[in-house]
T-cell receptor, first 115, second 113 residues
Framework: AQTVTQSQPEMSVQEAETVTLSCTYD???????LFWYKQPPSRQMILVIR??????QNATENRFSVNFQKAAKSFSLKISDSQLGDTAMYFC????????????FGKGITLSVRP | DAGVIQSPRHEVTEMGQEVTLRCKPI?????LFWYRQTMMRGLELLIY????????DSGMPEDRFSAKMPNASFSTLKIQPSEPRDSAVYFC???????????FGPGTRLTVT
């Protein structure tokens, strides 16, 4: 079974600064995918970024980037130039590659961006 | 393109009543997932379908919960009878297939009094 751990329950960052959210996971699989989802106060779950385990290059989506360390089973999310609209809960999620896979979510971290 | 559509957005009901939550996945997606989110338990996968067939319902809490997917564009999650501990936000998500990322609906906030 896979587990996803987000050990920090909450973080705060000043607007325009950079923040990194941590995530670790445990699996015996070699091929899998990792995701970060954002849940703002509207509670809509929004896909932020996706990483394939077989890719060495870290995924990037505009101000969002990841630091994927496969050997360490670590998958952190870096948000650059933080904006007030980034205030949300962020969930790290794991999915093994292959048919009939399902997402395993971490507990989430609450990020507050201060003006 | 329309995203995943869920209805109702809010539901308040009394204990013992039947509740039906509805979901329309993104057109062309053939995998559909039902989740429940609470403060205590976080996000839990209840059941998921691939090509309208239930693949894994091990997350369904008990026999009071049932889900159907009669066609590729519609699914329901039913709770009968409802209990106060069922109060939660219920999300539906869909994906092109189970190997692809999932896109979530806006959720249904259920309150059982």
């Amino acid at each position: 079974a896979q587990t996803v751990t987000q050990s920090q329950p909450e973080m705060s960052v000043q607007e325009a600064e950079t923040v990194t959210l941590s995530c670790t996971y445990d699996t015996s699989e070699n091929n899998y995918y990792l995701f970060w989802y954002k849940q703002p106060p509207s509670r809509q779950m929004i896909l932020v970024i996706r990483q394939e385990a077989y890719k060495q290059q870290n995924a990037t989506e505009n101000r969002f980037s990841v630091n994927f360390q496969k050997a360490a089973k670590s998958f952190s999310l870096k948000i650059s130039d933080s904006q007030l609209g980034d205030t949300a809960m962020y969930f790290c999620a794991f999915m093994r590659a292959g048919a009939n896979s399902k997402l395993t979510f971490g507990k989430g971290i609450t990020l507050s961006v201060r003006p | 393109d329309a995203g995943v559509i869920q209805s109702p957005r809010h539901e308040v009901t009394e204990m013992g009543q039947e509740v039906t939550l509805r979901c329309k996945p993104i057109s062309g997606h053939n995998s559909l997932f039902w989740y429940r989110q609470t403060m205590m338990r976080g996000l839990e996968l209840l059941i998921y379908f691939n090509n309208n067939v239930p693949i894994d319902d091990s997350g369904m809490p008990e026999d009071r919960f049932s889900a159907k997917m009669p066609n590729a564009s519609f699914s329901t999650l039913k709770i009968q009878p409802s209990e106060p501990r069922d109060s939660a936000v219920y999300f539906c998500a869909s994906s092109l297939d189970t190997i692809y990322e999932q896109y979530f609906g806006p959720g249904t906030r259920l309150t059982v009094t």
